[in-house]
Each structure stands twice: as C-alpha cells, then as structure tokens.
C-alpha cells in the first residue's frame, strides 16, 4: 500500500520560511517523478515544483521561482520543499504527488500539510 505523508506545515509570518517533508512508502521511490502542489480555498489546485527521479532536474511555477527549493533523498525516501520569503499568496494545502513517469495511471498523492501566512 502506497503511502505519502507530508510534514512540516504550519503558521508563519510573512516573509517567514518552512521546510515541507513528504515520506513515502510502500513504492519504489526513485522511480517516480516527486511534485509539490497546492490549493488554496476557492482556488484549483495547482503545480508548485517537481524533480526528476534522480533529482537532477527540477521545474517551478513562476510564483515561486527564486524563493521556493525542492530536493530529495532517496535513501530516506523523501522529498521536502523548502519555502523561503512566504507571502500571504502562499498559504495553502501543499500536497505532495508520486508519478511513474512512464505509467502515468501509477500516481499517488498525500493528504496535505497546511500553510498559513500570516501576521
């Protein structure tokens, strides 16, 4: 049974930083495509950042660029999102996604961590 559990959500100032974890388990974790989404209240959920199996390569929304750092490990089968300079705009649920990337029906997501900016 696939697994994906995120951490590290929370209350923070803006301008603020949080570091965003997701374990999985139950998958061959660096055989998938790791990203971070979010999704704010009245809002679709959207795509923060993604990293390639072996972490080499990552993309980012535009929101985000500059301020924002995916990273894993593949011994701990973990990624994390490292969130620096928060802005209100930021707060959301941050979910985190698994996806093979060659059997696109093997996908799987966690339940979320939320993230509140605020003063």
């Known amino acids: 049974q696939v697994q994906l559990v995120e951490s590290g959500g929370g209350l923070v100032e803006p301008g603020g930083s949080l570091r965003l974890s997701c374990a999985a388990s139950?998958?061959?974790?660096?055989?998938?495509?790791m990203s971070w989404y979010r999704q704010a209240p009245g809002k679709e959920r959207e795509l923060v950042a993604s990293?390639?199996?072996?972490?080499?390569?990552?993309n980012y929304a535009d929101s985000v660029k500059g301020r924002f750092t995916i990273s894993r490990d593949n011994a701990k089968n973990t990624v994390y999102l490292q969130m620096n300079s928060l802005k209100p705009e930021d707060a959301a649920v941050y979910y985190c996604?698994?996806?093979?990337?060659?059997?696109?029906?093997?996908?799987?997501w966690g339940k979320g961590t939320l993230v509140t900016v605020s003063s």
């Open positions: 139950g998958l061959t974790f660096n055989s998938y495509v």
């Open positions: 990293i390639t199996t072996a972490g080499g390569s990552s």
């Open positions: 996604k698994a996806l093979h990337p060659h059997y696109s029906a093997m996908n799987y």
